[in-house]
């Protein structure tokens, strides 16, 4: 058995830290590069979190309460061919989880926070003919995959015992929605060039304050409790929702219908772009298509309309709190530029050239903030189609630059009467992040945000001190 070291909870390095941060912990370590990496992952309550600090040889793990109290320290040794994959806390134990690389196998090291002791596990693993859509980890950790050829969904829950309890979810007859061989993938994949196709899903794991880029994807895995979402917004005005019951071992399906979405804009679907968010007990969802624009808050249990916003074209949007913005240019000597859209029929325009994109959180000033916005994967390659000799033309290749374009505004919504709050928007978790981190040097993987029982909290790695910081927000 490969060795393994564990910390006692004797002295903790904090020192010359300011009133804002809530914890701190030297690590020592240097990195090159962006080599160093920080996963967070809860339990079941939201009472305990897992900071993981990684680079390419170890791991040093931080058990932290709400109020930011060390409960342990722990760590492991990390082999040249282990990817980490995530971990759980659950049962008084932190489980940590390695892929294998090469063997087809889960490396799993389990560590009991009472025993102050570490038993491991080499797990089978084989994901042939599956394609892999995304993982969870709060209180469990779930692993999901998805059929290529069949329309299954597996879910591969890991235990605390070192042992894996796989489900699978046959979606061919599903409540109403049918899915035939090839049309699950079909539906949770985009092209990725001739002949091939990449996963198009995004795992929604956390309420505060999700980035546009992670929630672009028209498909989202959510987690409540014992309990999988799968949503799928592939029709005009409809979101699917598949709900996998992992206690019950039972899959349940329904629809959310907008009425007068597609009548009332008389669209098809590729002149038009939609998307939907969940977050706490509504569904939000925006449409837009080259005459207007649309919000729509639905009920997430009974699909009950509970409000509406709407803008034409030719209108102000009149929901909005913040000037509409992009960031990134149409070419490549344009990738970082910033401007400011004054008219919503050039965010329409925006819209319909990318992905329409909508996220929603519950802020820490009680109401529910959304972005609504327009996301684009751009690319760009120098080089060109020549022809020598009178032959045929030949690609001469070059270099191939991507970026991303991002166009969005935000609007403030009352979490009870769900009315459009007007005025000036105070400072969002990723305004006061941005602010706070401008002069600290932060690996680009060194960084999270996560909440526990309803407080935010930023946790990151300061190079320069090569240390572990937590701050409250």
């Given amino acids: 058995m490969r060795a393994f070291f564990v910390f006692a909870v004797l002295v903790i390095s904090i020192n010359s830290f300011s009133q804002q941060v809530q914890f701190q912990q030297n690590i020592g370590w240097k990195g090159a590069g962006n080599s160093i990496s920080l996963q967070s992952f809860t339990n079941a309550d939201e009472s305990l979190v897992c900071l993981a600090v990684l680079r390419y040889d170890s791991l040093k793990a931080f058990l932290l309460d709400k109020n930011m109290k060390l409960r342990t320290i722990t760590g492991v ?14 049962d008084n134990k932190i489980s940590f989880l390695f892929n294998k690389t090469h063997d087809k196998q889960v490396f799993n090291w389990i560590y009991n926070i009472d025993s102050n002791s570490f038993e491991s596990y080499l797990i089978p693993f084989d994901l042939k003919g599956k394609k892999t859509l995304g993982h969870i980890g709060v209180g469990n950790f779930y692993y999901i995959t998805a059929e290529k050829r069949e329309p299954v969904i597996n879910v591969f829950e890991f235990k605390t015992n070192g042992s894996i ?8 007859n599903a409540g109403t929605q049918h899915f035939d061989r090839n049309e699950l993938w079909q539906a949770l994949s985009k092209t990725a060039g001739i002949g091939s196709r990449d996963v198009d899903i995004s795992v929604v794991q956390t309420e505060a304050d999700c980035s546009i880029a992670d929630a672009n994807a028209p498909n989202k895995i959510y987690c409540r409790n014992d309990t999988l979402l799968l949503l799928m917004d592939n029709q005009i005005g409809s979101t699917q929702i598949f709900s996998f019951d992992l206690s019950r071992k039972k899959i349940d399906y329904k629809s959310i219908e907008r009425q007068g979405i597609a009548s009332v804009n008389d669209v ?25 624009l649309s919000l729509v808050i639905n009920s997430f249990s ?53 992905r329409a ?6 802020n820490q000033y009680n109401q529910c903030e959304i972005t ?23 690609y ?17 919504i009352d979490t009870k009467t769900l009315e459009h709050i007007s ?26 945000l996560f909440s526990l029982q309803n407080n935010f909290f930023y946790a990151y790695y300061d190079k320069s001190d090569k240390s572990l910081k937590v701050v409250k927000l």
Avoid at 268 to 292: G, M, P, R, T
Avoid at 329 to 349: C, H, M, P, V, W
Avoid at 357 to 362: G, S
């Fill in 302 to 354: 009974d699909g009950k309309e509970m409000a509406r916003f709407s803008a034409g074209r030719e209108e102000e949007i009149a929901f909005k709190n913040t000037p509409i913005l992009q960031d990134g240019g149409g070419t490549i000597y344009s990738a970082n530029a910033k401007r400011e859209l004054d008219k919503t029929k050039q965010f329409l325009k925006k819209l319909l050239a990318g």
């Fill in 268 to 292: 098809i679907a590729d002149q038009c772009v939609y998307n939907s968010f969940l977050s706490e007990d509504n569904l939000y969802y925006v449409f837009a298509d080259e005459k207007s």
């Fill in 357 to 362: 994109v909508i996220t929603a959180y519950r």
């Fill in 77 to 90: 040794y990390v082999a040249p061919d282990e990817e980490f994959l995530g971990g759980f806390v659950s």
């Fill in 372 to 394: 609504v916005g327009a996301y684009k994967q751009m690319q760009s390659t120098s080089g060109g189609w020549s022809s020598f000799g009178g032959g045929a033309p030949v």
């Fill in 423 to 448: 005025g000036e928007i105070k400072p969002s978790l990723s305004d006061i992040i941005n602010d706070y981190t401008t002069n600290i040097d932060i690996p680009s993987k060194g960084e999270r």
């Fill in 396 to 412: 001469t290749g070059g270099i191939s630059s991507s970026w991303k374009r991002v166009t969005r505004f935000k609007s403030i």
């Fill in 165 to 172: 309890d796989q489900q699978n979810y046959d979606l061919s």
